[in-house]
């Protein structure tokens, strides 16, 4: 099956060397239900899950968007990489010397290329500014700086912390001498064109450096802070084809393990905030680094977590910003707490003034529920001292409660709001369900209405498609290939019987394969036979195959009827065609014509009754 693409023998080793489900728990959050596992989809946005992934096939599949497959297809399309690409990078994860060469893993692309000298430069800047903090004369009054401010020499190198001198060319005249290309470095934002054309200067001057690192931890951007006076006090890495702040979180990679395995996240705002909090033992935590939360960082955020407490500044700004991620938040489906500091403190400050334990005890630890947070929010906006202000505070609360989906939290909020202001209770819910009838007549829609698989009402089960929805030959068609891929015998019974005649070239396409698959002497194995398409359309419709549930009432005379729908229906198609010219004959007064058809007609019904 190989015809000059990846060999089979390479494929079958790296799908034995990883198991998807830890390979697919590493980009999302999986929870098992059944014989399988469920989580949100990373290929397009969702707040239900409808993608499933089958430890016993070792395959992946959406409900939603159809994307499916094995864990090659999977890294190949979760990475952005070629089928080759992603082969060559889980041999080398699992350590396996399968000698693929540029002939299978194909040309690369000048992208591509740029793309990995870009992160060669990152890891040597990266290694030079922690180089210069911890060995240079220059470096010590950074390295005091950092001392100063509660950062031990264990944490700068945990966090990779560095130095970029006052000089205007060091890191300039490092990657000159390694060959670097220095406008491909001024494009990666490591490096800046002098105005007057003449060269180029170092990004970062005069700063501590704080890397900037992807999911597995590769360095591509960085942070610089002053420490002194001057502005900006924080300047990050511009936009790159490495570094999307939009989409980006400062320690995911580290906080990683920590995150799934307590399944809550505490979102920060800046690098000092998570770094002071992890030293204190808060090792979930991650930031946006000063850049305001996004729907893409949400939806990241909701992969790995279900619950998110923010732990932003304590001042004005902070706690508006902490106001307006919890819509982002909720809508990506996260449960959402907010960590209140008082003071107008940030978290850094409180640790620093208050010690480790009291951070976690009194701040992180007593994060309120996010209605809770809106109405404290809300209030600071009225005087309380003064009747009418009151009154509209509460009619404020009891909208922001009437929005509460659990009864249970609507009677508890009433009961908290009417026992501080001695308000009647039965008045209040009176009000509320007024307020919850005139919103009512909002559409009760999911997170995508014109797509039924992916709305409030999905539960993420998978669900085989019924005869009646599709053409009865092509779910005979979809079943036949489903027990194929389980049992040998059938497939070679099914090529005896009806060799390439499915009617959809794609599941002719998949019967072809089959063949093969089994006539090389390989034994029934989905992920494997679907890692040897090496085609992403088709190996989302195998994956889909897959998981059609034949285990009962699949026998000689169950396959030997799909195989007669599969070849009625060419004739079924001719017969139409017949009747629909015999009328145009008769029509246009052509006798002879009318009578041939007649009789075509009548030997494809034979043809029918007989078949």
Known sequence: ?????????????????????????????LTKQGHYLKGLCPFHSEKTPSFTVTPEKQIYH???????????RFVAEIEGLSFGQAVRKLAEEANLQVGLGASHTGT????????????????LADKLYQYILHNTEQGKAAKQYLMGRGITGKLMETFGIGYAPSRWDTLVNLLDKKQFPLPLMEQGGLISAKQDGTGYVDKFRDRVMFPIRDWKGQTIAFGGRLMGDGQPKYLNSPESMLFHKSRTLYNLHASRPQIRKMQEIVLFEGYMDVIRSWDAGVTNGVATMGTALTPEHAEAIRRLAERVTVAYDGDNAGQSAAYKSIPLLE?????VKIAVIPGGMDPDEYIANHGSERFVREVIETAVPSIKYKLLYFRKNYRMQEDGERLRYIQQALRLIAGLTSPIEREHYVKDLTSEFRYSYDSAMQTLNEIRLQTEKNSRSGDNKPNPWNNGMNDGKPREQTPSMIPAYQFAERQLLAVMMLDRDVSQYVERRLGDEFNMEAHAAIAAYLYAYYAQGYEPNASMFIGMLQDDKLESLASSLTLIDNRNGVNEAVIDDYIREIKKYPLLQQLERKREEIKQAERMGDIPRALQLGSEIISLEKQLKSS
């Open 1 to 29: 099956m190989s015809n000059g693409r990846i060999p089979d023998h390479v494929i079958d080793a790296v799908l034995k060397a990883h198991d998807i489900v830890e390979v697919v728990g590493k980009y999302v959050h």
């Open 62 to 72: 959406c409900y939603g968007c159809g994307a499916g497959g094995q864990v090659i």
């Open 331 to 335: 809508n990506a489906g996260c449960q």
């Open 108 to 123: 690369e692309t000048k992208e591509s290329k740029e793309r990995a000298k870009l992160l060669e430069a990152y890891e």
